[in-house]
Each structure stands twice: as C-alpha cells, then as structure tokens.
C-alpha cells in the first residue's frame, strides 16, 4: 500500500469510527499500546521507571498491533514508558500505518534523533510531546536538569518536519498558577495542547486556574471541550461522578500484550492479545476483573474522560466554536 493510500485510509477509517462510537456504539474507538515502560524520564508523580518491566519482542509486538486493529478500533496512541527507547519503534509505527488506524505517538522528547523523526514523520498523524512548566518546573517533575530545553528543542524539530504537533502537560500544584504561561512559551510550535490533572490529584484547582484553560482553549488549540474543563474542578474536590467508558470506547495495552481496561488501571490483565481477540478476552473476562473495573473510583486522564468527553460533545457546538477561534 502506498504512503498516501495508507493515509487516506486512516483518515477515513478514523471518521468511520468516530460516527459509530458517537452514534451507535459500534466498536471501541480508542486504543493506547504501551509498548514500553522502560522510561528516561524520573517523573515524581510516576514509578514506571523505578521497576523492571518484561516487553514483547518485535515479532509479537506487531502481532499486537494487528489485534489491536482487528477490533475495530480507529485511532491507536503508541505510548510508554518511552516508546522511542525500543529499536524496533519505526517497525512498529509502520505496521500500524498498514492496518489502517490513526495513528499518534506520545513521547517525552528527551530523545532527539533527526533521520528517525524522519522516517517516524512518515507513519504518524500526530505526536504529542510532555511539557509540565516553565523551564524550572518542568525539570523538577521531570526529575531530570535540563529536560525543558531538549523537549523544547524535539518539539521544535518534529513541528519543523510537518507534522501535526502537540504538547500534553500533567497538572500539578508546582504547574497550575503557570498555565498561561507555558501556552505562550510554545505557542509557536504546537498544532495542539491537552491538559490533565496528575492522577490521582493532590492540592486544589482555582478559578483563576481555569480561567487559564478557557482563555488557552479559546486560542482554538486546546483539544478539550468545555465540559472537560467545567467539570475539573468537582475532580479536584471529590464532587465527581465517574466516568468510565472502559472496554466500550476505549481499552489499552501493556507491553507483554496485555488487555487492560485502560491506560492507568495496568493492574487488570484481561488476557493476553497474542492468545485470544479483543472481543474473546472481553466476553471472557473474569468476575473479579469486572468488580475491579467497577470499583475503580474513576480519573480525568485525557485518554479516558477526554476520549468521552469529545465523543460526547455535540458536532455543531464544535465546529462553531473552532471556526470562531480562527476569526
């Protein structure tokens, strides 16, 4: 299949499954596959790098990917750990350009490698990059000296090869009072931003907090309805009523090959993709999976009540307010 064929298709087949999660709860629309939680990062709100973690070879890594997709989902986040630490990552990006999914790689941009982002500018729609604060702030969460300048400095590299280039920033209490701040740091260089609270939250969240938010989403290039936005605040107070949309809308993957519910829950393993389909694992899904999933007390995570929140958001109201942020 050629480059632009594989493109269209994914396009196509990502609008597809857009309309039947929205309007008729077809098939999951989202995946995440951490195919790493090897990291380089050392984030204090994160021990995926303090712990030894098992991955799949290539060969199965791939296999993974073709599961995947045999679900019916539309658009798939390659994520870690830090997915561009795996050698194999381009083999990986390519098979999941094939089987048609949309197709966006999150990373923490520590690793800047020019002829792979190259040849990553190739099999990707989209690449989100981790941006928690100003330069000091981001270092202090980050756990590493000097990690704003080299993400920065990958942001500016992946934007300049064309693609369509975002930043994610995990919201903290170090963070929050500096919102607006980050926003114009990399206005220049982004297509898009999100934001989500550090899961679980710590502190409070103000108004003026979102505020910031509001005035950043209506630059058109916050990737978050209102509701996310409006409702983040009874999160951070314990007001929230959950949202959970696991195993419907969206599901993830650990690095063994693991059916998760989601991304953050990586303590239930549904089976394993190598073994059985999507569908089988989640037909077959134990009693005590189930309860886990039901107990869970819910997050705010963009993967999660993000992917609801967007799905859910009424079409009209959407395309209004992003036409009036380009007047």
């Given at each position: ?5 594989a ?28 195919v ?9 709100y ?11 070879k ?9 599961r ?17 630490l ?11 350009r ?82 607006w ?7 220049d ?19 003026d907090?979102?505020k ?25 107070e ?16 650990d ?50 009540v ?13 395309a ?8």
């Amino acid at each position: 299949m050629s480059r632009y064929n594989a493109w269209l298709l994914s396009k196509l087949h990502a609008v597809n499954g857009f309309l039947l999660a929205k309007y008729f709860h077809r098939t999951p629309f989202y995946a995440t596959y951490n195919v790493t939680f090897r990291c380089n990062s050392r984030c204090v709100y994160c021990d995926y790098w303090k712990q030894d973690w098992p991955e799949l070879k290539t060969e199965d890594a791939l296999r993974v990917v073709d599961r995947i997709a045999e679900s019916g989902v539309s658009m798939l986040a390659i994520s870690g750990g830090e997915p561009l630490l795996r050698k194999d990552i381009a083999e990986i990006l390519k098979e999941a350009r094939n089987v048609g999914t949309l197709n966006t790689l999150n990373t923490s941009g520590l690793i800047r490698n020019e002829p792979l982002a190259k040849e990553i500018s190739r099999l990707i729609d989209a690449l989100t990059i981790s941006i928690d604060g100003p330069p000091e702030i981001h270092d202090q969460q980050r756990g590493i000296r000097g990690a704003y300048e080299r993400s920065l400095g990958t942001l500016k590299m992946y934007k300049s090869l064309g693609i369509y280039t975002g930043v994610n920033l995990v919201l903290t209490e170090l963070n929050k009072d500096h919102l607006w701040e980050v926003f114009e740091m990399i206005d220049d260089y982004i297509d898009f931003m999100t934001v989500q609270p550090v899961n679980p939250p710590s502190g409070r969240i103000t108004e003026d907090n979102l505020k910031a938010l509001e005035r950043i989403r209506s630059t058109g290039k916050l990737l978050l309805p209102e509701t996310y936005i409006k409702r983040m605040k009874d999160y951070y107070e314990g007001k929230f009523s959950k949202i959970c949309e696991a195993l419907g809308l969206y599901f993830a993957v650990d690095p063994m090959g693991n059916l998760m519910p989601c991304a953050p829950r990586h303590d239930i393993k549904l089976g394993n993709l190598l073994e059985s389909s999507y569908m089988e694992l989640v037909r077959n899904a134990s009693p005590a999976s189930i309860k886990k999933i039901n107990d869970c007390t819910g997050c705010y995570l963009v993967c999660t009540v993000g992917i609801s929140d967007q799905i859910n958001y009424p079409i009209i109201k959407s395309a209004y307010e992003n036409i009036r942020a380009y007047l």
